[in-house]
């Protein structure tokens, strides 16, 4: 079928939708913010994924040689997934929030802006 073609009922209709639900089926990510001594983000997986897609959001702080998960927890599909750390006492540390999943298409993961602050 050539890209682009859009297939009205009959049989090619529930392999075009199934396509449709597998295209929308990703990760998003929020911004990572400092507020008081918590560092905070967010991420998630979209709703339209199927039910048993899996991943996780994590706040990871750079240890000047990689990026330490210092906070993270599992999300399933729908909704939005916040995360916080209590940075107290770590210094000036550079910041960044990970949402990672295995979706029906292979394994995705996107990383927010990065921060560099005082606690």
Not at 57 to 73: D, F, H, P
Not at 93 to 99: A, D, E, L, P
């Amino acid at each position: 079928m050539a890209a682009g073609m859009l297939v009205a009922g009959g049989a090619g209709s529930a392999a075009a939708e199934s396509t449709a639900t597998t295209a929308s089926c990703e990760v998003h990510i929020g911004n990572t913010y400092k507020s008081g001594y918590l560092i905070n983000g967010s991420g998630s997986i979209a709703s339209s994924c199927p039910s048993d897609t899996r991943g996780s959001v994590s706040i990871e702080r750079w240890t000047g040689l990689r990026w330490l998960i210092v906070a993270s927890y599992s999300i399933r599909p729908g909704g939005n997934n916040t995360i916080q750390y209590d940075c107290r006492g770590s210094g000036t540390q550079s910041w960044q929030t990970v949402v990672r999943g295995l979706l029906p298409e292979g394994y995705r993961s996107k990383i927010s802006n990065r921060i560099r602050v005082s606690c």
